[in-house]
């Protein structure tokens, strides 16, 4: 194999990388994602709340699922003002 096709074939690499990252970045940042591990978040929070005898567990445990939907909604705001002063 020549040192072209070495280059070649390590280019076809690096781009079938990429890809695979980028596909994860659209998941990390995707609403499906953040919804799901809201809900998740809701139901084991109320059951724990349930077994430990909070009043009203599926009441308290709406707060932390909406806090952490509200806390991955400004992180991306947060995010670029912070990139934006390192120009």
């Known amino acids: 194999m020549t040192e072209i096709e070495k280059l070649k074939q390590e280019i ?5 990388r990429n890809k695979r990252v980028e596909r994860d970045k659209t998941w990390e940042t995707s609403w ?3 919804i799901a591990i809201s809900i998740t978040t809701y139901i084991l929070i109320a059951i ?3 077994v430990i005898k909070i009043e009203r ?24 003002r912070w990139l934006g002063q390192g120009k």
Not at 12 to 16: A, G, M, Y
Not at 57 to 80: C, E, M, N, Q, R
């Open 32 to 34: 499906t994602r953040r």
């Open 48 to 50: 724990f709340l349930a």
């Open 57 to 80: 567990p599926f009441v308290a445990a709406i707060i932390p699922s909406v806090a952490y939907l509200l806390s991955t909604a400004t992180l991306g705001f947060l995010k670029d």
């Open 12 to 16: 076809e690499k690096i781009k079938e």
